[in-house]
């Protein structure tokens, strides 16, 4: 079983930056994934950016290429997720995930292929 607690969201006005972070407690698997997803009010969750627990390969949606950052710290078991350049666009909650068996879905970011997720914390961008 695994536990994942966000922290880290907030407001903040367009072209900010924001830091979420993820703490994982409980059984890890060396071939896990972990990976952010964000849901916006009336549209499906969307995958982020996912992240290989031990070979931190990592892995991005286009629309946030080239301005978040996942990371992770297998000491401290936990998962970053670095955003900059922030747009309305942005706004959700987003969501932490553990895909235990990793795989390709999981690299391809299919909720689906995600076993363990976070309560969430809301990002919100202001024009």
């Known amino acids: 079983q695994v536990e994942l607690v966000e922290s880290g969201g907030g407001s903040v006005q367009a072209g900010g930056s924001l830091r979420l972070s993820c703490a994982a407690s409980g059984r890890t698997w060396t071939n896990s994934f972990m990976g952010w997803f964000r849901q916006a009010p009336g549209k499906d969750r969307e995958f982020v950016a996912a992240i290989g627990w031990s070979t931190g390969s990592t892995y991005y949606a286009d629309s946030v290429k080239g301005r978040f950052t996942i990371s992770r710290d297998n000491a401290k078991n936990t998962v970053a997720l670095q955003m900059n350049s922030l747009s309305p666009e942005d706004t959700a909650v987003y969501h932490c995930?553990?895909?235990?068996?990793?795989?390709?879905?999981?690299?391809?970011?299919?909720?689906?292929?995600?076993?363990?997720w976070g309560q969430g914390t809301q990002v919100t961008v202001s024009s």
């Open positions: 995930a553990c895909a235990a068996g990793g795989g390709l879905l999981a690299r391809r970011g299919r909720p689906s292929a995600y076993d363990y």
